[in-house]
């Protein structure tokens, strides 16, 4: 199932990216933190090595398999957040 990442816009500035995943604030200085998509995709990743032999591993493949992941996390949030209004 492709998921559609928009763009970033005036409405929405992370586009379709789950917004910050550690927000800061350092007196005048504001750190967005990665996207929580890139959260999701890097803790993804991670799960798929530990539990794969990847010694000649095409690692476009764990890449892309990494942000499907992330992007069905996404998906699965935005319709929880719907069925909890």
Do not use: T
Not at 59 to 66: C, D, L, R, S, Y
Not at 68 to 79: F, G, I, P, Y
């Amino acid at each position: 199932m492709a998921i559609s990442i928009s763009e970033p816009n005036d409405l929405d500035p992370w586009g379709h990216q789950g917004g910050p995943a550690f927000p800061a604030n350092a007196g005048s200085l504001r750190y967005k933190g990665m996207s929580l998509r890139d959260w999701f995709a890097g803790q993804a990743l991670a799960g798929m090595l530990a539990a794969s032999v990847h010694e000649s591993a095409d690692w476009q493949v764990f890449a892309e398999g990494a942000y499907a992941a992330a992007d069905a996390m996404l998906a699965e949030r935005d319709v929880a957040a719907k069925d909890e209004r």
